[in-house]
C-alpha cells in the first residue's frame, strides 16, 4: 500500500514538475513574449499541438497509453500513439522517413540493429541539447550501457526505453542437491555442465540459442568475456584468438551438454526446454524471464535461480543494451511538443510505474529503489543490477547491415558445434564480414 500510495505522489509532481519543465524549455528557445503568461497558457503550454508517435506493440506501450489522458490534460497536446507489430513498425518508419514526412514526430525503433543506418540516413535528430535543457530530468540517471547503445559517431540519437540484460538462468534444486555452486567463471560453468549433464536421464547441462543468426546475441557475451569483439570500426575481429575462444567455449557448450536440436533454435524453444526441467544451465536475456517463472508455462518455476554472467579470461562483461529506444523525427513540425513527451515518458516516474509491470526499465534509481525491483525476483534483479554496471553497450557486429552480419558471424559458432575447424571458420567469416564492413561504407 506504501509503495501505491508513493507512486500516486511521484505523479502528481511528475505532472506538475513537467508543466514548469515545458515553460522553462519553451522561453530558454524565445518562444514566450518577457511580459508574464497567462494562467491558462501556463496550465496548458502545448495547447492546440498534435504529435503522432510510432511505437511497439508492447507493454511499454501499453502502460504509456493508459497515461496519456493525464498527460494531455496537463499539456494541452494531443497525441496520437498508434502501435504495430515489430515488422510492420520498420516497414512504416522506412516509407515515411525516406520520403521526409514529418510524421511520425517520435518513433521507437532498435538502436543496437538500426542505429547507425538510420544515423547515416540522417533520420534520426541528435538529442544531446535536449537532455542538457532540465537538471531534474537527470539524465545521468540512465545507465551508461544504455546511453552508449544509444549513441553513434558521439551523438546522442535516442532515449532508452527498456533494456536487455544477458545472464545465466540455472537449477536451484540441482545444483543444491549435487552440492555444485553458482558458477562464477566460464570454466566453472562448463565444469558444472559437464558433470550435471545426464542426457539418459533427458536432462541437458547446457542450453541456449543454436541458430546461426540467433545465436549471435547470445555468444556475445562469451566473445566480450574473453576480450574479442566483433569489429573494431571498420576491422572485422572475429578471427582474434580472443573472439574465437569465446565462440569455442559457447560451441562446446551447446556441443557437449546441449540437447539434440540444438542448431534449430532460438530463445524461445531453449526457454522451452529449460521450463520443462531439461536443462541446468540456461544463459539469456533477462527480459525472458517470465517464461521459465511463469506458473502456466514452467514445470520449475519454484526452481529457477538466476546470476551474473561468469567471468572469462577478460572478466564478465555481458552485454546490457537498450532494446528499444524513442528517436525523433528530424523533420518533425513539432520537436518541442515532442521532446516534452518523451521527457515525461522516460521520467523517473514513468520508468518505474512500467518497470513494475514487468519491463525493465534503463533508470540506475529505479533498480536502486525497492518500488522498482520487487515485482522481479530478488537473485535476477541483482544480477540486473551488476550487470548495468558492468555490461558492453551492444551485443551484434556495429554496421549498417546487421543481419547479414550475424550470418557471417554466426557461422563460426555453428560449424564448430558441427566438429569442423574453428580456426578456419572464424578466417572465412571474417572475411565475409570484412566485405560486408566495405560494402556498407559505399551505400
Known amino acids: 500500500m506504501k509503495g501505491v500510495l508513493r507512486l500516486k505522489h511521484m505523479k502528481k509532481w511528475a505532472f506538475a514538475g513537467l508543466s514548469l519543465t ?11 513574449e518577457d511580459k508574464p503568461a497567462p494562467a491558462a497558457a501556463a496550465a496548458k503550454p502545448f495547447e492546440g499541438k498534435k504529435i503522432t508517435v ?4 508492447h507493454q511499454w506501450a501499453e502502460s504509456i497509453k493508459a497515461a496519456l489522458p493525464e498527460f494531455e490534460k496537463s499539456t494541452g497536446m494531443k497525441v496520437d500513439l498508434q502501435t504495430f507489430a515489430e515488422d510492420q513498425l520498420g516497414g512504416k518508419l522506412a516509407v515515411q522517413l525516406t520520403s521526409k514526412s514529418n510524421s511520425p514526430d517520435l518513433f ?15 533520420w534520426t535528430q541528435p538529442l544531446d541539447e535536449y537532455v542538457k535543457k532540465n537538471p531534474n530530468y537527470a539524465f545521468d540517471d540512465f545507465s551508461k550501457a544504455t546511453i552508449e547503445a544509444s549513441t553513434n559517431n558521439g551523438k546522442l540519437l535516442s532515449i532508452p526505453l527498456f533494456t536487455d540484460q544477458f545472464v545465466l538462468y540455472y537449477r536451484k534444486d540441482i ?17 558444472a555442465a559437464k558433470k550435471l549433464h545426464d542426457p539418459g536421464k533427458d536432462l541437458y547441462g547446457f542450453v541456449g540459442r543454436g541458430q546461426r543468426n540467433a545465436l549471435v546475441t547470445a555468444v556475445a557475451s562469451f566473445v566480450f568475456s574473453e576480450g574479442g569483439d566483433f569489429n573494431n570500426g571498420d576491422k572485422a575481429t572475429v578471427n582474434t584468438p580472443e573472439a574465437i575462444r569465446g565462440f569455442q567455449i559457447y560451441a562446446n557448450l551447446l556441443k557437449n551438454y546441449g540437447p539434440q536440436g540444438t542448431l ?12 520443462q526441467g531439461k536443462a541446468v544451465f540456461y544463459a539469456e536475456t533477462a527480459s525472458v524471464y517470465k517464461n521459465t517463472t511463469d506458473p502456466e508455462k ?64 534503463a533508470r540506475n534509481s529505479v533498480w536502486a529503489s525497492k518500488e522498482g525491483v520487487e515485482t522481479f525476483p530478488p537473485d535476477l534483479a541483482a544480477a540486473i543490477q551488476e550487470t548495468m554496471k558492468i555490461g558492453v553497450g551492444h551485443n551484434v557486429p556495429q554496421l549498417i547491415s546487421v543481419g547479414e552480419a550475424r550470418d557471417a558471424v554466426g557461422s563460426i559458432a555453428v560449424k ?5 575447424d574453428i580456426k578456419a571458420a572464424a578466417e572465412q567469416a571474417n572475411k565475409e564480414l570484412q566485405a560486408i564492413i566495405d560494402k556498407d561504407k559505399s551505400k
Open 22 to 32: 515545458i515553460l522553462a524549455t519553451a522561453a530558454a528557445c524565445g518562444k514566450t
Open 54 to 57: 510510432f511505437a511497439l506493440n
Open 108 to 122: 521507437m525503433y532498435r538502436p543496437y540493429m538500426d542505429k547507425i543506418l538510420y544515423d547515416k540516413n540522417g
Open 175 to 191: 545444483l543444491q542437491k549435487n552440492n555444485v555452486p553458482v558458477p562464477k567463471t566460464l570454466a566453472e560453468l562448463d565444469a
Open 264 to 275: 534449430n533454435m532460438s530463445w524461445p524453444q531453449a526457454a522451452g526446454l529449460f521450463a
Open 298 to 361: 514452467s514445470l520449475v518455476k519454484d526452481n529457477v535461480g538466476f546470476a551474473t554472467f561468469p567471468a572469462g579470461s577478460a572478466g564478465a562483461k555481458p552485454y546490457s543494451i537498450a532494446s528499444w529506444s524513442m528517436a525523433m523525427n528530424p523533420n518533425s513540425a513539432n520537436k518541442d511538443a515532442a521532446w516534452a513527451f518523451t521527457e515525461w515518458a522516460t521520467s523517473k516516474e514513468n520508468v518505474l510505474k512500467i518497470q513494475r509491470s514487468g519491463v525493465p526499465g
Open 416 to 420: 564448430a558445434m558441427l566438429g569442423e
